[in-house]
Each structure stands twice: as structure tokens, then as C-alpha cells.
T-cell receptor, first 114, second 115 residues
Framework: KAGVTQTPRYLIKTRGQQVTLSCSPI?????VSWYQQTPGQGLQFLFE???????NKGNFPGRFSGRQFSNSRSEMNVSTLELGDSALYLC?????????????FGSGTRLTVV | AQTVTQSQPEMSVQEAETVTLSCTYD???????LFWYKQPPSRQMILVIR??????QNATENRFSVNFQKAAKSFSLKISDSQLGDAAMYFC????????????FGKGITLSVRP
């Protein structure tokens, strides 16, 4: 059974550009969450999607957005990149968004903004 | 708002020895979940152990066990018979019982294992 797949694994972008990150959940999982990991702020929740609807959102500016497709795959987009957006972006999937069902994380996308 | 605190940034343990990683949290909820995740250099967060707050019994998974002190809001992880493969960052995390709730993580602790 394939795990959570995140692409690309590494990404280098220039300040001001935009970027799209992709996450394919475990087959059958319908809930996808995104987290940003930085050395300074640690792990912070970005958003959660279930059945193509955003169900929860963290405290991030509107430059951060996401979506989920009918096959449960999810993308997150960051527009007008800033140096501070350099981070490891982790995606996690779950069967449904109930806390009793655990998350399975992917290996992340390392974004570097120069 | 819930907070999770891991006050020790780094710890080291001798192979085959036992080590305890500390975690405290703050919440006004009476029921919730607590987790320990491991993040090796591969970057993938791996669930080590989970504790449901309404269960009095401490969770155990092979060499990993927790000491859950609900009144003190403390949740420490004990790793017995430490192995080289246990070297990683360990994160303590909290999640309340609501659907769509997020994980709140501590800052993490880097564990090194000396051969």
C-alpha cells in the first residue's frame, strides 16, 4: 500500500514567484492536512480538506491557499513568495477527519526561496 | 488555545540504555489525544505512540511507553533498550476531540544515540 506521496521533494523559487505543491494521500483516505515546518516556528497547521472542502484553516496569510480534488489529491499554492516561506511543507492524510483516526505523513517538500 | 512545551532541545543516550523525553501541555479540555511523533532524516513524521486522555492506563508500543499524568498535564516518552535507529527528532503533539481539529506540536527534541 503506497504511502502519502508529496511532489516535488525539493524546490527552489525566487522571491515574488508562486509555487504549487502536490500531495497524493493513501488510497482510500479522504482527509488531507498541510503543515509548515521551520526551525524558528516549528510545525504549524496550514489547512485541512475533506471531500473537496476546506474544513479548517490555520493562521496564515491569504497568499497560502489549497484545494482538494475529487480523487482526494490535494495541492497547496503560495503566491508572491517571501524569504520567510522557506520551509518543509508536510502533507498528512487520514481516512476521515476524526481524531480517532491517525494521520499518516508524507516526506514533505523542501521549499527554498532565494 | 492549547500549547505544547518540550523544554529540552537535545538529549543523548547510550545504545541499549533507557531515555525519557519530557513534554507538558496546556488545555482546558477534559478529553483529547496526545501523540509522540518521530522525524528521522528522511523527514517523514512517524507516529510512535498515542494516548487517549480518558484512558488511565499508560500506552505502550514495544520499547516505547508513556508516563501520562493528566492532572499535571505531563506526557513523557520512555524509550527502552535504545537503538541507533532511534536517533531522530521527537515531537509531542496534542489534538482535541473535534472533527477537523489540528495537531498542535511542541518544538521537538533531537535525540542522539551513542554506539
Amino acid at each position: 500500500k503506497a504511502g502519502v506521496t508529496q511532489t516535488p521533494r525539493y524546490l527552489i523559487k525566487t522571491r515574488g514567484q508562486q509555487v504549487t505543491l502536490s500531495c497524493s494521500p493513501i488510497s482510500g483516505h479522504r482527509s488531507v492536512s498541510w503543515y509548515q515546518q521551520t526551525p524558528g516556528q516549528g510545525l504549524q497547521f496550514l489547512f485541512e480538506y475533506f471531500s473537496e472542502t476546506q474544513r479548517n484553516k490555520g493562521n496564515f496569510p491569504g497568499r497560502f491557499s489549497g484545494r482538494q480534488f475529487s480523487n482526494s489529491r490535494s495541492e497547496m499554492n503560495v503566491s508572491t513568495l517571501e524569504l520567510g516561506d522557506s520551509a518543509l511543507y508536510l502533507c498528512a492524510s487520514s481516512l476521515v477527519p476524526e481524531p480517532s483516526y491517525g494521520y499518516t505523513f508524507g516526506s514533505g517538500t523542501r521549499l527554498t526561496v532565494v | 488555545a492549547q500549547t505544547v512545551t518540550q523544554s529540552q532541545p537535545e538529549m543523548s543516550v547510550q545504545e541499549a540504555e533507557t531515555v525519557t523525553l519530557s513534554c507538558t501541555y496546556d488545555t482546558s479540555e477534559s478529553d483529547y489525544y496526545l501523540f509522540w511523533y518521530k522525524q528521522p532524516p528522511s523527514r517523514q513524521m512517524i507516529l510512535v505512540i498515542r494516548q487517549e486522555a480518558y484512558k488511565q492506563q499508560n500506552a505502550t508500543e514495544n520499547r516505547f511507553s508513556v508516563n501520562f499524568q493528566k492532572a499535571a498535564k505531563s506526557f513523557s516518552l520512555k524509550i527502552s533498550d535504545s537503538q541507533l535507529g532511534d536517533a531522530a527528532m521527537y515531537f509531542c503533539a496534542y489534538r482535541n476531540l473535534m472533527a477537523n481539529s489540528k495537531l498542535t506540536f511542541g518544538k521537538g527534541i533531537t535525540l542522539s544515540v551513542r554506539p
